[in-house]
């Protein structure tokens, strides 16, 4: 087994002799296994143990049998405890996940404290079939059909080419100790009961189901690899960045043989699930204006397009501009300044850019976000009109709406900036002194 795992590692390039590597042991057979090995090898390990509390006094037992063990081969060996059932509680998921989430985040602090490269876990051929089983379950895309990947980032499972079977007999022909969980053979978790009741019916029907499975996976992660290569370039069609935002053509997106695909692939890892595909989809034959939601992103049905930004609170910042001043807005610069009308004075075009007739304006001006019943009376025209209604004339989505500033001079607004200034304060042929803002 031993001459296997080092051809495997070598094969994979999975990690060299003389990396240092976080090992993470529970105690149970697949973990100090792993770490038999690595001590084998003469590798340099950094032991880390979770106590998750789920398991009384064994929770217990297992961490000192863990601690005594790295003492054992004289490795450095770091544990924790969590309140798992707590913070699935107070995070909604369940235990399972929980305990997921802890580790994972737990195994990154130690490895990058202790200088190692990767964090190596047990994971078998076993766990791939079980993993596979349970992605169908629950619902899944060609991703979920390839299983467990040996390396992954700064995760790597080197056990992966061995099953349960062939760990157990190492574990025998040395004579390792190690420690039973019994909560393996319950059948309360998805994994376990999967374990317990679903692949023996299965080797029932196919007694190579394990190869067979494997051999599964294996054409999987090509067809995932020509899948992939296909979404990239028919994203190319659909899909374009401006500010920092996502643009979908809903036109095009609608044009594609699977539309549900292609959007499920670009918008998943923004943690949309595939009932909120489902609903956005759904949404492209309404009326623009919709909304949808994940933890850090939302998604807007606008007219043309699909707009996918980061979630942020509401912009409350006022900012005050002198004469002559100069402050940061986000990413952009505003520069203002006085100065005598020249008399070949000429406005500018550029929309960034707009010129007020100095001795109009009271001082200090006000740049803020708009507001609802803001009006002003936009350059060209006699009347007054609501802020809410130039954009609806001028078919603002929602992100240009919320995106929108105001210059003001007392209660006056002055200018929809970038857009349009108020005929109030125009440059006339009467003005002294001009007032320029810049935006770059």
Known sequence: MLRKL???????????????????????????????????????????????????????????????????????????????????????????????????????????????????????????????????????????????????????????????????????????????????????????????QIIPVLQEINPAIQKTMNENVGRFRDIEQIYNQEIAKRRLSFVDQEDGRLLILIAELKKLTSPNSHLYELLHPYGFHSREIINILESLDSISGKMFYTENYQLLRDRDYLVLTEKGEKDYREYQLDKNDRIELGEYIVECEVFDRPSDFKFSTDSQIACFDADKLTFPLELRKWQEGDVFQPIGMKGRKKVSDYFIDNKFSLTDKENAWLLVSGDDIIWLVGHRMDDRFKITKDTISVYQVCIS
Request: proline share 2%; net charge negative; charged share 30%.
């Open 6 to 196: 080092v051809r495997h590692i070598e094969k994979e390039d999975l990690f060299y002799r003389n990396e240092r590597i976080l090992v993470a042991v529970s105690g149970g057979l697949d973990s100090v296994v792993l770490l038999h090995l690595l001590h084998k090898m003469e590798m340099d390990c950094v032991v880390a143990h979770c106590n998750f509390q789920l398991r009384d006094k064994d929770s217990d037992g297992d961490e000192i049998f863990v601690k005594n063990l790295a003492e054992h081969y004289k490795f450095p060996v770091y544990s924790v405890t969590f309140e798992t059932t707590e913070y699935a509680k107070e995070k909604g998921i369940s235990i399972e996940m929980a305990a997921r989430d802890l580790r994972y985040n737990w195994f990154e602090t130690i490895r990058k404290e202790n200088d190692c490269r990767y964090i190596l876990t047990a994971h078998h051929a076993d766990d791939v079939i079980e993993t596979v089983l349970i992605n169908l379950v629950r619902g899944t895309g060609i991703h979920g059909l390839t299983g467990i990947k040996a390396k992954k980032g700064k995760l790597v499972r080197p056990l992966l080419p061995f099953t349960r079977e062939e760990i157990k007999t190492y574990a025998e022909q040395n004579e390792l100790e190690y420690r039973e969980d019994y909560t393996n053979i319950q059948t309360d978790f998805v994994r376990n009961k999967i374990r317990h």
